[in-house]
């Protein structure tokens, strides 16, 4: 997965830190879903360490997205060094605030290193103890991986996969309203496809851009069916995009999964959807996704003028 156009835009460097000034030019690794969920990790600890030094937001930002460069080239800034470190004496159960004693540390540093440190800790017992559904931004502002984790997918599928927030949905909830059809029965799923088809014609899409539309909105209408209860389509015109969007009143997706589910086609546990993530983003321009233990909304984001080549 090459994701180098990216970040290439996003280290260009706009903000007057002292950190890390320089444009860089990335030699990013093969991204094997291992390789996402560490690096996500020890970029957030860096992020967070660069918050308790009071580094601005665009200091803090470059070193998460600079975790995923080589090894060489991210060992170059203490942070990320330190977050590695941390890293990998977590993972091996070592004693890590007497460990990093011996690393003589600047008194700041050292407290934001042992901060992060408490909360990571703190963040690896809850999800050992129950497999949480995805929180959105925790309440004491301390530990947002759910931040983490969607930045991280939104880069390594290349913008074609975001998660929202419940505030951030309501954006997406805007527009003239186009079809409503509930799903409650298996028959609903060829209801919804004509009914769309019907839609999407008296827009004036093209044939063929009406059929890779349908197979996207099948494959999340028939999730309703295979974890939830019940559900409901609607299809909304914004401008020059169609939104379809996708409810349930299902269990939601645990946090811990998430990047299995949308990165690795074909991977599928009773809660996740198997083919259905991969084959959604490449029918759509984009596939937005908010999750609660109460329900989760599947948004599928089309442009009129077909999908995003």
């Known amino acids: 997965m090459d994701v180098r156009g990216l970040f290439n835009k996003m280290f260009q460097r706009q ?52 975790s995923f460069l080589s ?37 700041s540093l050292e407290t934001a290193f042992l901060n992060v440190y408490r909360e990571y800790s703190e963040y690896c017992k809850r999800v050992n103890s129950e497999p949480a559904v995805i929180a959105q931004n925790d309440p004491n502002g301390d530990l947002n991986m759910w931040g983490v984790y969607r930045d991280v997918m939104y880069a390594a599928t290349q ?3 975001l998660l929202i927030s419940n505030d951030e949905l309501e954006v997406y909830m805007q527009g003239t ?17 004509e009914k769309t088809k019907d839609v999407f014609q008296t827009l004036g899409i093209e044939p063929s851009t009406i059929m890779s539309w349908q197979l996207a909105i099948s494959e999340a209408v028939t999730n309703i069916l295979k974890h939830a209860e019940y559900g409901r389509m609607s299809v909304m015109e914004n401008g020059e995009e169609i939104q379809v969007i996708i409810m349930d009143k299902g269990p939601g997706f645990a946090l ?36 609660t233990p109460n329900g989760s909304t599947i948004i599928l984001i089309f442009k009129k003028a077909g999908r995003r080549k």
């Open 15 to 66: 903000d007057n830190s002292p950190h890390d000034q320089r444009i860089v030019n990335p030699v990013l690794p093969r991204l094997s879903l291992e390789f996402v969920k560490e690096r996500a990790i020890i970029g957030w600890m860096a992020n967070r360490m660069g918050e308790y030094l009071s580094w601005n937001k665009g200091a803090r930002d470059f070193l998460f997205f600079k």
């Open 71 to 107: 090894k060489e080239e991210s060992d170059e800034n203490e942070l990320l060094k330190l977050s590695e470190l941390m890293f990998q004496w977590c993972t091996k159960g070592e004693n890590v605030p007497e460990k990093i004693k011996h690393k003589r540390l600047a008194p």
């Open 159 to 161: 913008r074609r996969f």
């Open 177 to 193: 309203i186009l079809l409503e059809q509930e799903v409650k029965e298996r028959a609903d799923i060829a209801v919804c496809r």
């Open 256 to 291: 811990n999964e998430l990047p299995n589910t949308v990165l690795m086609a074909g991977y599928s546990t009773k809660k996740s959807l198997g083919q259905g993530f991969t084959l959604m983003m490449k029918m759509t321009h984009q596939v937005l996704l908010n999750t």
